[in-house]
């Protein structure tokens, strides 16, 4: 994976002209195109390596504010044909318009390398970035780390790190939590802790995903009271939370077997976010219902009604049948 070294010096052939089966789309575009419009263009385009119309289109996305999306480069796919057009493309994007519309067609194309678990093309994208001066910076790294991360390569993920510090991108937040959320997840705690360590001796603070990762080591260890700790941390730091921070929270409560306390603790939680709320009561809803404790479940399916907390369709029907049907029954026979 080595960093800024040199693409084989390949004269670029041009396309004379766009296409004439595109120039006429392009004549007919909408008033108000869509990203996904380009999208389709783009992929259409690019499925037929008709390059010079992916530049042209690439181009005019961005000056009608129709920015890239997940799907611009889905053309891409990992076959050994579809890979052979990269070397092109990527002096492709090199020609776009300078700024913005250029780096952001190189992190898109990044991310979707790593989607592929294309690494090392997606590294080459990168060094064509750093040798064109096309606007890199640690965003463009983020796709790369995911990918490292989630595949518990953690030795090339830091490698990357000293990387991106060797062409003086210093590593973000954002960065370091990839880490940090991967080392928490395998309950490395020890290295979780020195991944703190660094991010304090570079000046970073914590945000909702560090939480959210520091609580997920917490709960995978079964440290409950540690994750409660953490909560509280997080709150005091002015940090809403994740609903995945609560979820872990939910989660180990009840593998323990913490029933009282897990509905205790959603109770306490509802009533700030409506979202979280709806993922939150519905989720233990759900949970207590596969594990049998249905008068848990039936409470907390009460209290979203009485709330006003939107059920998922299994989730009314059940309330529908067990317990809305089961409360008026009884009312009728007290009468």
């Not at 869509?34 to 961005?62: C, F, I, P, Q, W």
């Not at 959320?181 to 995903?209: I, P, Q």
């Not at 009840?254 to 205790?264: C, D, S």
């Amino acid at each position: 994976m080595s960093l800024l070294r040199k693409l084989p010096n390949k004269s670029f052939v041009h396309q004379s002209i766009v296409t004439a089966r595109f120039l006429t789309t392009a004549n007919a575009f909408p008033d108000e195109p869509t990203s996904v419009y380009y999208d389709d263009l783009v992929n259409a385009a690019g499925s037929e390596r008709d390059l010079e119309t992916v530049r042209y289109l690439l181009n005019k996305r961005m000056r009608d504010l129709c920015f890239n999306t997940a799907n611009t480069f889905k053309f891409i796919t990992n076959t050994e044909n579809s890979l052979s057009i990269l070397d092109d493309l990527y002096k492709t994007l090199a020609r776009l318009d300078k700024g913005f519309t250029r780096k952001s067609a190189y992190d898109t194309l990044i991310a979707r390398l790593c989607k592929l678990r294309k690494i090392d093309e997606a590294l080459r994208a990168v060094d064509i970035m750093a040798e064109g001066e096309f606007g890199l910076n640690a965003g463009s790294f983020h796709p790369i780390l995911s990918a490292l991360t989630r595949g518990k390569k953690m030795e090339d993920a830091w490698r990357l790190i000293n990387l991106m510090k060797q062409v003086k991108i210093s590593p973000d937040l954002t960065a370091y939590n990839y880490l940090l959320t991967a080392y928490c997840f395998s309950r490395n705690l020890t290295a979780a802790s020195d991944v703190l360590k660094k991010m304090e001796e570079e000046g970073l603070g914590a945000d909702a995903r560090t939480y959210d990762a520091l609580v997920l080591g917490a709960c995978k260890a079964g440290k409950v009271e540690e994750a409660f700790v953490l909560l509280r941390m997080m709150v005091d730091d002015g940090q809403s939370g994740l609903y995945s921070t609560f979820a872990h929270v939910n989660g180990v409560l009840l593998k323990m077997g913490y029933y009282a306390q897990a509905v205790k603790f959603v109770m306490v939680c509802g009533g700030r976010d409506i979202k979280l709320d709806t993922e939150l009561f519905g989720s233990l809803a759900s949970k207590l219902i596969g594990l049998g404790r249905f008068d848990d479940a039936k409470f907390i399916l009460n209290e979203m009604n009485s709330r006003g907390i939107k059920m998922g369709h299994k989730l009314r029907d059940y309330y529908e049948i067990n317990v809305k049907l089961t409360v008026n029954s009884q009312a009728k026979e007290t009468k």
